[in-house]
Nanobody, 122 residues
Framework: QVHLVESGGGLVQAGGSLRLSCAASGRTFSSYIMGWFRQAPGKEREFVLGISRSGRSTYYPDSVKGQFTISRDNAKNTVYLQMNSLKPEDTAVYYC???????????????WGQGTQVTVSS
């Protein structure tokens, strides 16, 4: 069992940056692939970034390439999402997730945080 808690969301102006954190409970954090998803009002949950168990490999869609980065600190049981050059269309609830399979769909993740709201004003 893994309990995930996101933090760091808030209101930011377009062009600004935010760093989200996701703290995990339990001693097996390093055994999970971690991912970030987001869901805007009226839209489906969307994959943002994923990171391997060791943190050496990351994967992401072209839509966030060069704008968002993911990292993890297994000693702190925490995964991070650095978001730069934010746009109003990045407004969404951001979720972190943990799973054994990972990938770009929610099927690969078993545990989910409650989400943190990110709002980008124009």
């Amino acid at each position: 069992q893994v309990h995930l808690v996101e933090s760091g969301g808030g209101l930011v102006q377009a062009g600004g940056s935010l760093r989200l954190s996701c703290a995990a409970s339990g001693r097996t954090f390093s055994s999970y692939i971690m991912g970030w998803f987001r869901q805007a009002p009226g839209k489906e949950r969307e994959f943002v970034l994923g990171i391997s168990r060791s943190g050496r490999s990351t994967y992401y869609p072209d839509s966030v390439k060069g704008q968002f980065t993911i990292s993890r600190d297994n000693a702190k049981n925490t995964v991070y999402l650095q978001m730069n050059s934010l746009k109003p269309e990045d407004t969404a609830v951001y979720y972190c997730a943990a799973g054994s399979t990972g990938g770009s769909t929610y099927h690969g993740y078993t545990y989910w945080g409650q989400g943190t709201q990110v709002t980008v004003s124009s």
